[in-house]
């Protein structure tokens, strides 16, 4: 379902020109022929013969709010379950995946490579590492610009993370899904964004070791806290789509194949508007 029998739905890099046709909206304006556009007074794009054969890079953010979960899987089990899953799909067509691994910093990079040996090389990689010391905070901005500096190829990037982290992260995000078609796969617990009435709780801050008593027996205390939480959550929202990148929520309560199922369906949909190297607040402007 995930490349289909003659078209993949996750594309590779074309190199063989097959056509020129009048640029439509959608297009990668990277793919105007200028000298065509000038004598004919109109834009046009180059359309090339596609690739099966792709790169695929997991941007993996392992800090430790990560490790939370409520349930009986936390966001890190999720991350490796979604990892495991997509690489051995995409390595299965011969196509090669990668990662860069986010600890207290930029620790491990992981080349791409394609065969089951290398699926398990990753997963053994992710699965191993010790849980990451309180950091004082993420800063996934760093995770980004690395990963920029190292993926040098027109790739397909999938950046998993809970996106809690200091600010900043936008800007390389969006400078990332300029050169690269990128997936934000979005971690998240669902006591995150909701608190029940549990009484007096003692709350630690994974990354910062920040500890607090919190009384969640108080019913103003629950709304503020899903208040506060709803706003972070439009926020977050706004900011991936202004960097024009599509958004994949995984829960810690999702059943993997239905998220899976609904990755397929995203990307059906944008191949079918035609994906497009433009970020989104100049698709939006267009």
Excluded: C
Aim: aromatic share 6%; charged share 25%; net charge neutral.
């Amino acid at each position: 379902m995930l490349q289909g029998d003659y078209r993949t739905l996750l594309r590779g890099t074309g190199l063989d020109l097959a056509d020129l046709r009048e640029y439509q909206h959608h297009d990668d304006v990277r793919h105007i022929d200028w000298n065509v556009t000038a004598r004919l007074s109109s834009p046009h794009v180059r359309v090339f013969t596609e690739d099966r054969e792709m790169a695929a890079w997991f941007l993996l953010d392992l800090s430790p709010s990560v490790d939370f979960g409520s349930g009986e899987q936390a966001k890190r089990e999720v991350s490796a379950g979604f990892v495991a899953v997509l690489a051995r799909l995409l390595t299965r067509h011969g196509n090669r995946v990668g990662a860069v691994l986010y600890g207290a910093g930029v620790d491990n990079m992981i080349p791409a490579r394609s065969g089951r040996r290398h699926v398990l090389h990753l997963l053994h990689s992710l699965l191993v590492r010790p849980q990451a010391a309180e950091t004082g905070g993420t800063r996934l901005h760093e995770l980004l610009q690395s990963a920029a500096s190292t993926v040098r190829r027109r790739s397909t990037v999938f950046v998993v993370s809970d996106f809690i982290s200091e600010p900043g992260w936008e800007k390389p995000l969006a400078q990332l899904a300029r050169r690269h078609e990128v997936v934000a796969v979005r971690l998240l617990d669902p006591l995150e964004l909701e608190l029940p009435d549990l009484g007096l709780v003692p709350i630690r801050d994974a990354e910062t070791g920040e500890q607090l008593l919190v009384d969640t027996s108080d019913a103003g205390f629950r709304r503020r806290f899903a208040r506060i939480a709803a706003q972070r959550e439009a926020e977050l929202r706004a900011a991936l789509t202004h960097a024009g990148v599509d958004t994949l929520e995984l829960s810690t309560t999702d059943d993997l194949t239905d998220a899976i199922l609904r990755f397929t369906e995203l990307r059906k949909r944008r191949t079918r508007q035609g994906a497009t190297g433009l970020p989104g607040h100049l698709r939006l402007a267009a």
